[in-house]
């Protein structure tokens, strides 16, 4: 069946560098992608999405590329802070179905 | 606008019992979808229901059902209850289509002794 894969399951950087997560699909009808964080005890919050029509997309500190052709999307976080840590999830949008990866816990070290 | 809200927030249950868990979604959403969050395993994918019926389903046992009513407001409920539901459920809501934009709830605390 369809399925997203996200990685990397566990990302570890020191405060000021970048993050990068990326996840890919397998549902050529997907054609709408949001990001999510979440914070302990709380939901997922979305952070940033993409539409298939569009290659890159950008939200100060944090951007979002896709490729359709490949079935890749990603997420780009700059100048990375400790309230960053939290897990990210990726997800896959189309037809009826929203499909998920399985997270990326990130923590961001001071 | 008021976000997703979830009622309630923490619940305690023996083995056996049953629980009955409330979303409240966005003003002018119509779907409503149910998740269950352990550790480990994601978020899985219960059940979407909208405008008062059930458009999706996700591969967990008859035990797990919902419903929605007129007002979009929905509820899940878990009959006999096994260790293994212990768990956060997240309700999400949208306005129609699984292109539109989704909005989580903060979730239900469910643990079962």
């Known amino acids: 069946g369809e399925n997203v894969e996200q990685h990397p399951s566990t990302l570890s950087v020191q405060e000021g560098d970048s993050a990068v997560i990326k996840c890919t699909y397998s549902?050529?009808?997907?054609?709408?992608f949001p990001w999510y964080k979440q914070e302990l005890g709380k939901g997922p919050q979305l952070i940033i999405d993409i539409r298939s029509n569009v290659g890159e997309k950008k939200d100060q500190r944090i951007a979002v590329t896709l490729n359709k052709t490949a079935k890749h999307f990603s997420l780009h976080i700059t100048e990375t802070q400790p309230e960053d840590s939290a897990v990210y999830f990726c997800a896959a949008c189309g037809g009826f179905k929203t499909i998920f990866g399985a997270g990326t816990r990130l923590f961001v070290k001071a | 606008k008021a976000g997703v809200t979830q009622t309630p927030r923490y619940l305690i249950k023996t083995r056996g019992q049953q629980v009955t868990l409330s979303c409240s979604p966005i003003s002018g959403h119509r779907s409503v979808s149910w998740y269950q969050q352990t550790p480990g395993q994601g978020l899985q994918f219960l059940f979407e229901?909208?405008?008062?019926?059930?458009?999706n389903k996700g591969n967990f046992p008859g035990r797990f059902s919902g419903r929605q009513f007129s007002n979009s407001r929905s509820e899940m409920n878990v009959s006999t209850l096994e260790l293994g539901d212990s768990a956060l459920y997240l309700c999400?809501?949208?306005?129609?289509?699984?292109?539109?934009?989704?909005?989580f709830g903060p979730g239900t605390r469910l643990t079962v002794l």
């Open positions: 549902d050529s009808a997907s054609n709408y």
């Open positions: 229901y909208f405008s008062e019926t059930q458009r």
């Open positions: 999400a809501s949208r306005t129609d289509r699984p292109t539109d934009t989704q909005y």
